[in-house]
């Protein structure tokens, strides 16, 4: 994957992944159970395009690296790379990459009745409520982390 930084801020980097060429890896359509996997070579059916996969809408998508660790209970911990869709809608539950006050910030969304909620996704941090005295804005719905297991 050919990415290329498209705007630094603070100590984010974003990245397009618009002209990213991901060559397709082999992809075993058996499913494999978390034990000791066997030879699958007579599964190999098909090529698996990860741009394909993980990218839905190609303009509107982009990557940015994560520095904090408000969100370790859902999968996101710094230094991962989120792969963030702007033409998504947040819907109640999702995980955003929002604007708040100036600041980027990662939370999940949380719709009461006569509020909005940014909801952290560990108990070190308190949740904000969104007032509308706050400069708030939602700039993409998180649909993948990619992060290293080793």
């Not at 394909?52 to 982009?62: E, G, K, V």
């Not at 710094?78 to 999702?94: A, F, N, Q, T």
């Amino acid at each position: 994957m050919r990415n290329y930084s498209v705007h630094k801020h603070k100590e984010l980097l974003f990245y397009s992944v618009k002209d990213s060429n991901w060559n397709s890896v082999p992809f075993y359509e058996a499913s494999v159970s978390a034990g000791f996997p066997s030879p699958a070579e007579d599964f190999m059916d098909l090529e698996l395009n990860l741009q394909d996969y993980l990218i839905q809408h190609p303009s509107a998508t982009f990557c940015v690296r994560v520095t904090g660790d408000s969100m370790i209970k859902a999968g996101i911990s710094s230094g991962d790379v989120m792969i963030v869709d702007r033409s998504l809608e947040p819907k109640d539950g999702s995980i955003v990459l929002a604007v708040l006050n100036g600041e980027f910030t990662v939370k999940r969304i949380k719709k009461n009745k006569d509020q909005l909620l940014l909801i952290p996704e560990n108990t070190k941090f308190d949740p904000i409520v969104v007032s509308e005295e706050m400069d708030f804005k939602v700039w993409g719905v998180v649909t993948h982390v990619v992060h290293q297991l080793i």
